[in-house]
């Protein structure tokens, strides 16, 4: 089955830039989404499509992807964007979906 | 505002059966297609099944694949998830979702 890789965690002082990569064999051909999850609260979606941000989403959330790695940076984080972050993508044949392995931020 | 608002889940023994419920509001719902996506206790995000907004298509991981069936009633903007033959890894918080939206999740526990 079809998998997505992310590194367990991640940790980054504040104003720092935290870079958290997704890899997969079908992100050359289909887009990547990035969710956080806090403690306790259901998925925000905080990028779609590879690198646009949904309304209400700080700026200093983007992402990107080359290849088979899709990127989500957060340009200056800040405590409150310790989370947990997960990407997520389908596979070549679009019809089975797959969140990545998770990575956990630390801001401190 | 847009509201996803999951119910149906509770307490079931293995092999049991339940129907989650998803009411949304506040969107065009036959415009979205919808997934449920769970999460075990202290696991990661399992996506679990999708179906397009018309409901024609429907997709399944390979771990419910034969035991769940989504559905979903555009004229009532409800989706549903009937689960059968529930094992013990299927417990979990089951969300309700499109891409942007997501519900608050329903607990579904499997146990004797």
Known sequence: ?108 | EVQLLESGGGLVQPGGSLRLFCAASGITFSSYAMTWVRQAPGKGLEWVSAISGSGGGTYYADSVKGRFTISRDNSKNTLYLQMNNLRAEDTAVYYCASVEYWGQGTLVTVSS
């Open chain 1, 1 to 108: 089955s079809y998998e997505l890789t992310q590194p367990p965690s991640v940790s980054v002082s504040p104003g720092q830039t935290a870079r958290i990569t997704c890899s997969g064999d079908a992100l050359p051909k289909k887009y990547a989404y990035w969710y956080q999850q806090k403690s306790g609260q259901a998925p925000v979606l905080v990028i779609y499509e590879d690198s646009k941000r949904p309304s209400g989403i700080p700026e200093r959330f983007s992402g990107s992807s080359s290849g088979t790695m899709a990127t989500l940076t957060i340009s200056g984080a800040q405590v409150e964007d310790e989370a947990d972050y997960y990407c997520y993508s389908t596979d070549s044949s679009g019809h089975h979906s797959v969140f990545g392995t998770g990575t956990k931020v630390t801001v401190l």
